[in-house]
């Protein structure tokens, strides 16, 4: 069955704009997980979603947001972009995103802020 | 927050086992301990994941000290294929937290 896809691939933006990442869950699936990897900080939990809820958050301000659809699909947006921002922004799926389910993660969306 | 822990490199001789180690001495009695790999421009994979039994799949096995405190993951012939950077996680309060993982080199 077809895996987890993020688009676009690969943004660059400039500092104060905004920006939507997508992310489409393998079917079946009702969690989706955001993540923030940059070299510095490694991998880090953004948020969670789960049948159209947010159930978690991790430490990011508020310019990080997000949301999901009835068909479990997500974006995540971040506002007023700063150059620590640019990072490989990651999305995982999972049945119901508990820890006893396993993880799939998308190939990623790399954003660089100028 | 749960932290893990785990050496920032290992080394490999191809076809041999491999003993990747983790301490995660926060853990609590309920989380999962999961490992998930990552090779250069590519999304983390998941290896395996368990929560106080020894695992086994086809890919490695994961071995649970009783106090659960540290976990070691195995892989019984290393390839070339498995040289990555591996991660070791737990999930705690509803969040995976994410280690600084082990790069794994493997040599022909």
């Known amino acids: 069955k077809a895996g987890v896809t993020q688009t676009p691939r690969y943004l660059i933006k400039t500092r104060g704009q905004q920006v939507t990442l997508s992310c489409s869950p393998i079917s079946g699936h009702r969690s989706v997980s955001w993540y923030q990897q940059t070299p510095g900080q490694g991998l880090q939990f953004l948020f969670e979603?789960?049948?159209?809820?947010?159930?978690n958050k991790g430490n990011f301000p508020g310019r990080f947001s997000g949301r999901q659809f009835s068909n479990s699909r997500s974006e995540m947006n971040v506002s007023t972009l700063e150059l620590g921002d640019s990072a490989l922004y990651l999305c995982?799926?999972?049945?119901?995103?508990?820890?006893?389910?396993?993880?799939?993660f998308g190939p990623g969306t790399r954003l660089t802020v100028l | 927050d749960a932290k893990t822990t785990q050496p920032n490199s290992m080394e490999s001789n191809e076809e041999e086992p491999v003993h990747l180690p983790c301490n995660h001495s926060?853990?609590?009695?309920?989380?999962?301990i999961h490992w998930y790999r990552q090779l250069p421009s590519q999304g983390p994979e998941y290896v395996i994941h368990?929560?106080?039994s020894n695992v086994n799949n086809r890919m490695a096995s994961l071995a649970i000290a009783e106090d659960r405190k540290s976990s070691t993951l195995i892989l019984h012939r290393a390839t070339l294929r498995d040289a990555a950077v591996y991660y070791c996680?737990?999930?705690?309060?509803?969040?995976?937290?994410f280690g600084s993982g082990t790069k794994l080199n493997v040599k022909p």
């Open positions: 368990g929560l106080t």
């Open positions: 926060t853990i609590s009695g309920t989380d999962y």
């Open positions: 979603y789960f049948s159209e809820t947010q159930r």
């Open positions: 996680t737990t999930y705690n309060f509803n969040k995976f937290y």
């Open positions: 995982a799926s999972s049945r119901r995103g508990q820890g006893a389910d396993e993880q799939f």
